[in-house]
């Protein structure tokens, strides 16, 4: 029923910024959470960040905290995620995901809807 569309991926060198958009379709984001996650080559899928949308909570993997900025456009049914001082450790898939709920969780088994990824590569 709910369909996430994500773009803004590229390549980029270490140290350069890109903003990711997940885009909503078919319902509002009014009561759930959204979250970004990543997968590298051979690795797991891992938590990013996430943002309750309707009360702003946010929640960040460790690693991003102080260089990704997580938010969200009501008008637009819309999560961003800045990226800023990316390091070739942030080279990933990055998928938009969502569930019914408030809280900002980071397990990815709890999240119902999945967008279809976009790649994101910082060379060194």
């Known amino acids: 029923q709910v369909q996430l569309v994500e773009s803004g991926g590229g390549c980029v060198q270490a140290g350069g910024s890109l903003r990711l958009s997940c885009a909503a379709s078919?319902?509002?984001?009014?009561?759930?959470?959204v979250g970004w996650f990543r997968q590298a080559p051979g690795k797991e899928r891992e938590f990013v960040a996430a943002?309750?949308?309707?009360?702003?909570?946010?929640n960040y993997l460790d690693s991003v905290k102080g260089r990704f900025t997580i938010s969200r456009d009501n008008a637009k049914n819309t999560v961003y995620l800045q990226m800023d001082s990316l390091t070739p450790d942030d080279t990933a898939v990055y998928y938009c995901?969502?569930?019914?709920?408030?809280?900002?969780?980071?397990?990815?088994?709890?999240?119902?809807?999945w967008g279809q990824g976009t790649q994101v590569t910082v060379s060194s």
């Open positions: 995901a969502a569930r019914a709920g408030r809280i900002a969780t980071m397990a990815a088994k709890v999240y119902d809807y």
């Open positions: 943002i309750s949308w309707s009360n702003g909570n946010t």
């Open positions: 078919g319902r509002t984001f009014s009561s759930y959470t």
